[in-house]
């Protein structure tokens, strides 16, 4: 009989060992991974602390994910930004500093985030406006993905409607002013402009439109659900998927179906308080709203005073563009909670790594400025929200950029991080949220000199690149002719500086970099723009 029990106790040892060795040799499952980017949403969110707007299903997500509320863009222009953000690599870098630059023809051997976790055992889908269509082969890079990239149909959209003219406008009247022809009519008129969003091209229909259609009579409703079949079809493969949705709204223009107009009322909307240049500010932080001014309704309500770069934009549009935006909010985030509900559904909500993102800020009327295209706060400043699996809810004020999300996920998904990247991973700050990863963030912005003004100044070249530095407190913006951070800093190549106190000064009313009292914060701030500089000119690429 012992030697029963001890033969028995020999095979459950061996069978322990044995199934111990199994479980240590069987990979590890990866988590599936849910990618939103947003084109043109600033952090007006109510989980940012916005209690006016409607945003229930991006709220949801935020009460199961960590949100940073200082995060960073790289660039407040969605090329760049979009670049950075999914090669983790600066404008510097990447090349891409406009919307005309082709990211793989300056960088052939580029490797994105979807292409690098192709080589980890992911299936890579994507819908909708990730990269900007001019900064990536064919508008979407299709090495990045190991299936076709979705597109609609005509038949996505309602029989009665049929798609949007322009991709924008269901409003029959619009539509008769947006026809194909037209538009290509009005290119061709504009076709010795500079690549320049600031020249306005007249090729685009009115600002905003609310009419009484369904979500899928614009391009947004019809990417939701075409997203969700997509997601429900990849939850039955065996591999893990990364699956890429872009919304193009809020971005201009402001349409969307009126029940989510219906939801706010005009006269609560919230006009900025100072609509101002920064006292001692430097004209060349300033843009006259270009982009704005290309539709076909603005001219008749800005004023355009000749002295400055201004639009003196009269209120009653205003408070039109900003219902709008509210609006185009609110019908995007009726869309993230489509793709919440399927997740859900599926049983796979809490176990997918989850990123929502806006690519820049928007300025809404401050400064007299109007869309992003400058290095100030609200242009900067941009939504980030991340959940992984089996991490606590929280809210982090640590900084971030968005060079950051790259490593990220590969952090959350558990897999190598590639070593040639230029953010840090996050998961340290969600899994503790006063936790810190960087002491500073860096956004950067081109603009072009006058050639009078070139020529004036001595220069020999129009172009201009200004970097800013964003500590908890303060903001140093620095203005250098033909420069990037690839180069020597030389001093003779600084055009201008700004500096600005966001405990004093949130709305960035006054240019301190000259104030005596500053002096010191100024040498600091400075000393790390310097050292900024001189470690990526030393980095290896």
């Known amino acids: 009989m012992k030697n029963y029990y001890f033969k028995l106790a020999s095979i459950l040892f061996l069978l322990a060992i044995s199934t111990a060795i199994i479980a240590q040799n069987k990979p590890t499952s990866k988590p599936n991974i849910l990618f939103i980017a947003v084109d043109d949403l600033k952090p007006l969110l109510g989980c940012y602390g916005n209690t006016l707007v409607k945003t229930p299903n991006i709220d949801r997500l935020a009460k199961m994910a960590t ?19 999914m090669t983790g690599t600066r404008p510097d870098v990447t090349k891409i500093w ?20 192709i080589t980890q055992g992911y299936a890579t889908s994507g819908i909708g406006k990730i990269y900007h269509p001019s900064s990536a082969i064919g508008g979407v ?3 990045s993905w190991s299936i076709p990239y979705l597109k609609s149909k005509e038949s996505d959209f309602p029989a009665d ?37 600031e020249n306005p091209k007249s090729i685009k229909g009115p600002s905003t439109e609310c009419m009484d259609v369904p979500d899928t009579a614009y391009q947004d409703g019809v990417n939701a659900l075409l997203a969700k079949e997509q997601i429900i079809n990849l939850s039955k493969d065996s591999k893990p998927f990364f699956m890429a949705v872009g919304f193009s709204k809020p971005h201009l223009p402001f349409v969307a179906p009126k029940k989510y107009w219906d939801l706010y009322n005009r006269e609560d909307m919230p006009i900025a308080s100072f609509q101002e240049h920064s006292k001692n500010g430097p004209l060349i932080a300033y ?70 993102w806006g690519d820049h800020g928007w300025h809404l009327g401050d400064h007299d400025l109007w869309h992003k295209h400058t290095n100030f706060e ?11 699996p089996g991490i606590k809810a929280g809210k982090t004020s640590s900084l971030t950029e968005f060079v950051d999300v790259f490593p990220t996920i590969c952090d959350l998904a558990g897999v190598a991080i590639p070593k040639n990247l230029d953010g840090k991973s996050l998961k340290p700050l969600m899994l503790k949220n006063t936790a810190s990863v960087k002491n500073f963030s860096i956004s950067q912005y081109p603009r072009k000199l006058k050639k009078a003004e070139m020529t004036k100044l001595g220069y020999t070249d129009s172009k201009m690149m200004g ?23 030389d001093e003779s190549q600084v055009y201008a500086s700004e500096m600005y106190d966001y405990v004093k000064d949130p709305l960035e009313k006054v240019n301190v970099v000259n104030d005596k009292k500053y002096i010191t914060i100024f040498k600091e701030m400075k000393a790390k723009m310097l050292a900024y500089f ?3 000119l030393t980095k290896k690429e």
């Not at 919307?99 to 976790?117: E, F, I």
């Not at 900067?380 to 929200?385: D, G, Y």
């Not at 903001?475 to 690839?486: A, E, H, Q, V």
Request: with cysteine; proline share 6%; hydrophobic share 35%.
């Open 67 to 85: 949100v940073f509320n200082k995060n960073y863009c790289q660039q407040a222009i969605c090329g760049p930004t979009r670049a950075s953000i």
């Open 141 to 143: 890079d299709p090495v």
């Open 161 to 197: 409607l049929g798609s949007p003219a322009n991709g924008q406008y269901q409003l029959p009247e619009t539509k008769t002013r947006m026809t194909p022809e037209i538009i290509a009519e009005r290119k061709k008129q504009n076709k010795d402009l500079a690549s320049n969003d």
């Open 467 to 489: 970097y800013s530095l964003r500590t908890d407190k303060y903001r140093f913006t620095i203005w250098m002719n033909n420069f990037t951070s690839k180069q020597p800093y």
């Open 378 to 388: 609200e242009a900067t400043r941009a939504p980030l929200i991340i959940a992984g």
């Open 287 to 356: 843009h006259q709203s270009g982009e704005l001014r290309n539709y076909l309704d603005i001219p008749e309500f800005a004023t355009l005073p000749s002295d400055s770069l201004r639009i003196g934009l009269k209120i009653e549009k205003q408070r039109e563009l900003i219902h709008g935006y509210y609006a185009a909010v609110s019908y995007l985030d009726s869309q993230v909670g489509i793709l919440l509900n399927t997740l859900e559904s599926l049983g796979t909500l809490d176990n997918t790594i989850i990123v929502l």
């Open 98 to 117: 406009n919307l005309t630059t082709q990211m793989r023809d300056v960088n052939p051997n580029t490797v994105t985030l979807p292409q690098y976790l």
């Open 534 to 536: 001189k470690s990526e």
